[in-house]
């Protein structure tokens, strides 16, 4: 949590105070925002894979009820599909702490708005500044916290720090959204692909039995004694 005692006495982000957020805190707000996406994205990929394991045991099911007549006719049923662990499918994703460190591009140019509207910087907490105008808008738009009220062009210095808190984090909440899609369209790509094989082989099942008779004298020979 922040300490605000201070900020009766001083200003937010005047010196000897930091110009914005300093490590400890964007560290414990990353941590908080990492936590947050790490359940989403169990609880997402459980779903997914709960729908697999309903398609997989269908199949084996199927399999179930086929396999007398593959011993009947004396044929080898197909082999089942093998599993592809998650980890062989492509991930289309670069950690923003890579691409940009230490935080990531949209944490850095949140933080820099923050400096540089600080009264360190002699350019006063609402003016306008020259960053990445879309990334920048995106944020307030998710916030909606740094906009001037309409009737003041002040703020105090606890709303100050709370609106640099909140930017700071919906910026790391925006970076750990990109990352749970990235993982999350990559389980899907791993559930349709089981399902695609499941149905696959469902149907090679059916078709091996057809294609038989006529093909294979026992089988032809068992089929007609059956029916």
Known sequence: DMNYSSLVSCPFGAFPSLPTLDVQLCSQIKALCKDNMIVSLLKGAQELEEFARESEYSCAKIIQVLQPSFLSYQLESPTPPEAIPLASYPLDFTPPEVSCPPWGQKVVE??????????????????????????????????????????STHKSEFQKARDATAMVLAAFMKQEDEELSARLGRKNLQVMDRLAKMQAYKRDLIITIRDAYGMNLNTTMNANRFH
């Open 110 to 151: 949140a933080l820099n708005l923050i400096a540089a509207k600080s009264p360190s910087s002699n350019s006063g907490f609402l003016n306008d500044l020259e960053f990445n105008a879309t990334t920048i808008n995106e944020i307030k738009k998710s916030t909606n916290t740094l906009e001037p009220h309409e009737h």
